[in-house]
Every structure is written in structure tokens, then in C-alpha cells.
């Protein structure tokens, strides 16, 4: 992989030098393309090892929707989310930038299941950081330590499943500590990835149910009209006109359910499936734009 080398605070990434304990110096391998990029913007994606098939469909679909805009993808090159917000940034076509809780020299990189990733990000025109020496071994200190680098450079930090302790909560609390927005993605009552998302959201974090969200929260203008938008609820009278390409059978079939209208406890009753498996299908409808939920109502859109 390209050889590592030191950058000065100068080159940082531009929110980095500002927060109250920056590092003295980075280690980067790959190419300092921040510096050609004066409007991108850093989102930092961390969330659970433990992910469900949920937290995992979420993070996919909402960075997906990223692609197109300057848009830098930080994370931690850890197991879990962290590694699916890479694999999808680069999916996307877009950069991205892993901070491990080690020195950056081919024997240390941790974790070493993810050599081949970070092998990757560096050949999709993305980076490493770290600020540790080169040879530095990952210890249990070194990762929360990290962690404010990714938050601190980060214009907004994007949380999908954190559990009750969790190096997922050190991050979203540092990321508030430096004044930036966390974002968080809301989840099932009877998850226990859901812990942290809903303790976020009771202390006003900004809850993400699409990827407009997040262009709103990061202060970018769309460049085009959505499904939802271009057509308005009082010109879709046809439904099998909207395509469902992209959905799974299980979500076709609620769709159909819903029609254009129907209450929740409605659809509890009349759907063959778990309470849980329900409100999974019904978060991933409506962060797709095909449905939302009024007073306890579920909407076509």
C-alpha cells in the first residue's frame, strides 16, 4: 500500500485544528485531496459490531443516497458498521476515510481482518489517519482516543445502532462536546442496538430517516426532486404506477396492504408477521420515501 507519511496542523482536515485538544501531527497514507475540496463535507458513520440486518440495510441505503454530492465518509475501519459505511461510501463513488485505533505501518493496522479494506479505500482515492507512530500497537485506550478525531473533523456524526456501552456513545458524546451535529438513525424498541439511538434522540439529537436528512443537516441543497416530491400525495392515484424495483418481497407485500391509508394497530392485526419484523419492513418503507406515519396512521406516498 502507498507509504505513510506526517502532516502538519495546516493540513488538516479544516474543522480538525479547532477543537480543544487536536493532535500535534497525522499520519495519512493516500493523497491529502481535502485540500482541492473546500465545500466537502465530513460525515462521520460509526454504529454497533453487533449490527442487525436492520442497522446494516440502513446505513447501505442512507449513504447511497449521498452519491453525487461532496460528501467524505469517516470511520473507524472497525467490525461492524463502521466497516459497511466504507464499503458503501465506496460503493457510492465517493471518499472515504478510515481512522484505526493503531500506527498506519502494514504489521500494526488493526484490525487485520481489514487489510483488504483499507487496501481498498486507498485504491478508491480515499485515506488513513492515525496520529499514533507508525508502529503503534491498538490498545483499549487508543480507541476512544480516535474517536475524537473522527468526530472532531466530522461536520456531523451519523450514529446506526449503538448499545447501552459502547465506544459508539464516546463518539456522538465528543462530536456534542466540539458543537456538531449527531445525527441519529431511530430503531426497534425490542433491539438492544436501539439503547443508544433513543438515549441520543432524548437528549435532541436529530433523527435520520432518510438521506435528505442528512443533506438538510449538513446544509446541502438537493440537486434533484425525490419520489416523495416531484409526486405531491394528491396526484398519485395510481399506486402500481410507483416502482417497487428495489423492494423486498416481504415489503411489497405491506405495501399492498397499505394502499393509501391504513392505521397501525390495523396493519399490526392484518400482517402474518412479528411486531418487530413489522417495524423493521415500516422503518425501511419509509426511509425508501414510500410510505410515512401521521397520528398513528401509516401514509402511501
Known amino acids: 500500500m502507498n507509504s505513510p507519511y506526517p502532516i502538519k496542523i495546516d493540513n488538516f482536515p479544516p474543522l480538525l485544528p479547532k477543537i480543544n485538544d487536536p493532535p500535534k501531527k497525522l499520519w495519512v497514507r493516500g493523497r491529502v485531496f481535502w485540500n482541492n475540496m473546500p465545500d466537502l463535507k465530513f460525515l462521520c458513520v460509526v454504529g454497533s459490531r453487533k449490527y442487525s440486518d436492520y442497522g446494516k440495510q440502513v446505513c447501505e441505503k442512507l449513504i447511497e443516497g449521498l452519491s453525487g454530492y461532496h460528501i467524505c465518509i469517516v470511520s473507524g475501519l472497525a467490525y461492524g458498521i463502521d466497516s459497511i459505511a466504507h464499503r458503501a461510501a465506496m460503493n457510492a463513488g465517493m471518499k472515504t476515510i478510515a481512522i484505526p485505533g493503531s ?5 500494526v493496522l488493526y484490525p487485520r481482518q481489514h487489510f483488504t479494506l483499507a487496501q481498498d479505500i486507498l485504491n478508491s482515492g480515499g485515506a488513513l489517519l492515525s496520529e499514533f507512530d507508525l508502529d503503534f500497537v491498538a490498545t483499549p485506550w487508543s480507541f476512544p482516543q480516535r474517536n475524537r478525531i473522527m468526530s472532531g473533523m466530522s461536520h456531523a456524526t451519523l450514529i446506526i445502532e449503538a448499545e447501552e456501552k459502547s465506544g459508539t456513545l464516546i463518539t456522538a458524546q465528543m462530536a456534542m462536546d466540539y458543537n456538531r451535529d449527531v445525527l ?10 436501539s439503547y443508544g439511538p433513543h438515549l441520543l434522540l432524548r437528549d435532541g439529537a436529530t433523527p435520520i430517516t432518510s438521506s435528505s436528512d442528512i443533506l438538510e443537516a449538513l446544509g446541502l441543497k438537493k440537486r434533484g426532486e425525490d419520489l ?50 413489522l417495524n423493521t419492513i415500516l422503518m425501511m418503507l419509509e426511509i425508501n420515501g414510500y410510505i410515512k406515519e401521521c397520528n398513528n396512521n401509516i401514509i402511501r406516498l
Open 103 to 107: 500506527g498506519l505501518d502494514d504489521n
Open 184 to 193: 441519529v438513525t431511530p430503531g426497534s424498541i425490542f433491539s438492544d442496538g
Open 228 to 277: 416523495v416530491q416531484t409526486h405531491p400525495q394528491n396526484t398519485r392515484l395510481n399506486f402500481d404506477e410507483i416502482p417497487v424495483n428495489n423492494c423486498s418481497d416481504e415489503e411489497k407485500i405491506i405495501l399492498k396492504m397499505i394502499s393509501r391509508s391504513i392505521s397501525r394497530d390495523e396493519l399490526f392485526c392484518n400482517a402474518n408477521i412479528s411486531v418487530q419484523k
